[in-house]
C-alpha cells in the first residue's frame, strides 16, 4: 500500500501562487508515476500534470506555462508549483500514484482546497 498526504493549498488572490506538496510512504518502490488532479465544484475530476521516476512530465493544456511538477526523490515527495493562478483553476487538488503509464492511478490523497479569488 501507498500513502499520500496533500499539503500547500489555500486562499490566494488572481495572479498569485501556490505550491502543493505530496508525500508518499509505503511500498514506495513499486511507484513510477505520480500526478495531481482537480476537482471543481460540478465538474469531473481532471488531470492537472504527471510526472515519471525518469522526470518526464507532461501537462493538461490549461496549466501549461503556469504549472509546473516537479519530485524530490530523496523526500518521495512530488510538488506541483502554481503560478498567475486564474480563478477558474479553484478546485480540490488530489495526488495520485501508479506503477506505470497505461494503467490506471492505484493510490490517492485526501485532496486539498485551493481557491482562487478573482
Known amino acids: 500500500q501507498v500513502q499520500l498526504v496533500e499539503s500547500g493549498g489555500g486562499l490566494v488572490q488572481a495572479g498569485g501562487s501556490l505550491r502543493l506538496s505530496c508525500a508518499a510512504s509505503?511500498?514506495?518502490?513499486?511507484?513510477?508515476?505520480m500526478g495531481w488532479y482537480r476537482q471543481a465544484p460540478g465538474k469531473q475530476r481532471e488531470l492537472v500534470a504527471i510526472i515519471t521516476s525518469g522526470g518526464s512530465t507532461n501537462y493538461a493544456d490549461s496549466v501549461k506555462g503556469r504549472f509546473t511538477i516537479s519530485r524530490d526523490n530523496a523526500k518521495n515527495t512530488v510538488y506541483l508549483q502554481m503560478n498567475s493562478l486564474k480563478f477558474e483553476d479553484t478546485a480540490v487538488y488530489y495526488c495520485?500514484?501508479?506503477?506505470?503509464?497505461?494503467?490506471?492511478?492505484?493510490?490517492w490523497g485526501q485532496g486539498t482546497q485551493v481557491t482562487v479569488s478573482s
Open positions: 509505503g511500498s514506495i518502490f513499486s511507484i513510477n508515476v
Open positions: 495520485a500514484a501508479k506503477r506505470k503509464l497505461g494503467v490506471p492511478f492505484d493510490y
